[in-house]
């Protein structure tokens, strides 16, 4: 972060922001945002004698909380900022520095409609959920070994497990366009001799690819050796793209033919095992084998797949800001993401976006329905993090909850993961280079369907060209906690199609009412909390960045313990 703050364009950004503008609303800046902790502070004091009953109200009219979801192009009309650029300054705050990534984003800013000019309470985006994640899978029931415990036990019943494998194995087949690959007796009656052909179809393809990106590295890299990537024909959805003959570039032959060879794999063996005539007995025989253990496995990530892709997020930034973090602020943020107008907004988003992957394998337009299920975050340290510790509402101690709302650890790794956090800008670029110079060719185009992490992918081929052993730079050694929210009971029996539940998510004014009976209520009766509360505002936020900008330290931004 202090690298990030010391560039010119994040200083500018920065003195932008701050700088006051003439708007139709008068003249603001984003530190006319940032709620006045003194002010606060005394508001609160004034309501620790009230009773029960009237200090509940009280409270209501000191801090109620709203969501208001960062459009591109949308301004605040309080002040005029941009949605986006006033959630950007917020982020810069954090502890690690801000990059955009991949995929699907939501931005989200909660702010308190009862002060003046609604200041920011805090921060959130909803980012696409990495595809494998060995806690947060186990969890849901995506791995095999976990499914067989469940069935063992009796938590899953073996006839609905069966059924749900059988369908998922026909809606995946009919998302790939086949007739180029495969005649329509050989999808209803597979053999091992299609899915040979089929595994020989993706070879090939994947070598005549190999020979397409040489070609275009040769024909469109510069002086210096760079090269401009290969994108390929479809860069994103219209009207007018001709999906069937986007199925048929290289990358996607390939991928169709990988998983059409897998899925009639897994159709052929579970019909020789009788699965939907005898689902008990075909079961155990499938889990006793290698081949039956394969096919639940490659239905298990077709399950991940499909629910990864639309109904479940990533909360990768949650918290508050000065003033609010001193009053368990960020435990809100994090239970708003819960909400039914945060739901509500992600399927608005992504409910009728038609699926450039999905499509190309399809040969098709294909949309996704954006249901959210499952929330999942992971801790940036390996310590307890103080935001979802004990953070429940219990349906029965708060009337404006239908069911309980819980965000509660679901994993931990002990040795952490792989990532490229702890790498600095020019080692990326310097590894991405020497990718490229060894294999005469730009093999990661930041392209759609490509693969993910494109950064990761790239630093590893760097790694790898250099002789180094890429797993043991890459791998970052800090352990994390995982954290998950179900926003319904049954959300995951749902994601492996065994139930069709619809979601009961509580509103923001709801969620707001029960955080502040459950947490604000308790934190306003401390006099150390309202002490620290007033030093807090506009000028501890702007001291934040700009201590760090000049290498001095900054002030502590996290949340108090409870």
Not at 15 to 40: C, H, N, P, Q, W
Not at 106 to 132: D, F, T
Not at 334 to 346: C, K, P, T
Not at 541 to 555: C, E, I, K, R, Y
Request: proline share 4%.
């Amino acid at each position: 972060r202090q690298r990030q703050l010391a560039e010119p364009s994040v200083r500018h950004f920065l003195a932008r922001m701050e700088r006051k503008t003439a708007r139709s609303a008068g003249r603001f800046s984003v530190l006319d945002l940032i709620d006045d902790g003194a002010d606060l502070a005394r508001e609160l004091r004034a309501v620790r004698t009230l009773g029960d009953t009237e200090r509940e109200v009280a409270l209501a009219r000191l801090i109620d909380p709203v969501v208001e979801i960062c459009e591109a192009g949308a301004k605040c009309p309080d002040t005029g900022l941009a949605l986006t650029d006033i959630w950007r300054y917020f982020r810069h705050t954090w502890a690690h520095e801000y990059r955009a990534i991949p995929g699907r984003q939501m931005l989200v800013l909660v702010r308190n409609a009862a002060r003046p000019r609604r200041p920011v309470l805090g921060i959130a985006m909803l980012a696409s959920p990495v595809m494998r994640l060995a806690c947060r899978d186990s969890w849901i029931g995506w791995l095999r070994d976990d499914a067989r415990a469940r069935i063992a036990t009796g938590a899953w019943q073996a006839p609905a497990f069966a059924d749900a494998l059988l369908s998922r194995i026909d809606a995946s087949i009919s998302n790939i366009r086949w007739d180029d690959l495969a005649s329509s007796d050989e999808i209803v009656c597979p053999s091992d001799t299609v899915s040979l052909r089929l595994e020989q179809r993706a070879s090939g393809a994947a070598s005549a690819r190999e020979a397409q990106l040489r070609a275009h590295f040769e024909q469109h890299r510069d002086e210096r050796g760079r090269v401009k990537p290969h994108r390929g024909d479809v860069k994103f959805a219209n009207a007018s793209t001709d999906w069937r003959l986007a199925s048929e570039d290289l990358l996607f032959v390939r991928k169709r033919a990988e998983g059409l060879a897998q899925l009639l794999f897994a159709k052929r063996i579970f019909a020789a095992a009788g699965l939907a005539a005898s689902p008990d007995s075909a079961l155990s025989e499938l889990f006793a084998s290698p081949s039956g253990q394969r096919a639940i496995e490659i239905t298990l990530a077709e399950f991940r797949k499909a629910g990864l892709s639309s109904q479940v997020a990533d909360v990768s930034i949650c918290g508050a800001v000065h003033p609010y973090n001193q009053l368990l602020g960020g435990k809100l943020v994090a239970l708003l993401l819960a909400s039914r107008e945060v739901s509500d907004a992600y399927a608005r988003r992504y409910g009728a976006q038609v699926s450039v992957i999905a499509s190309q394998m399809a040969g098709r337009p294909v949309t996704k329905p954006a249901e959210l299920r499952i929330l999942t975050t992971t801790s940036l340290y390996g310590v307890g993090s103080s935001q979802y510790n004990r953070l429940v509402l219990a349906a029965a101690d708060h009337p404006e909850l239908e069911q309980d709302l819980r965000w509660g650890a679901i994993g931990k790794s002990l040795t952490g993961g792989f990532g490229t956090l702890h790498l600095g800008a020019e080692t990326a670029h310097a590894l991405r280079s020497m990718a490229v110079q060894r294999h005469v060719a730009r093999r990661v185009n930041n392209r759609f369907g490509e693969g993910t992490s494109p950064r990761l992918r790239q630093i590893r081929e760097g790694l790898d060209a250099l002789g180094l052993k890429s797993d043991a730079i890459l791998h970052h050694a800090t352990p994390r906690l995982f954290y998950g929210c179900e926003l319904d009971s049954k959300a995951r029996e749902a994601l492996l199609g065994m139930t069709d539940v619809s979601t009961h998510a509580p509103s923001v004014h709801g969620i707001g009412a029960a955080w502040r009976r459950r947490w604000l209520n308790a934190r306003v009766k401390r006099e150390e909390t309202l002490v620290r509360l007033a030093v807090l505002g506009p000028n501890s936020v702007w001291a934040t960045l700009h201590a760090d900008a000049d290498g001095q330290l900054s002030l502590p931004i996290e949340e108090p313990r409870e």
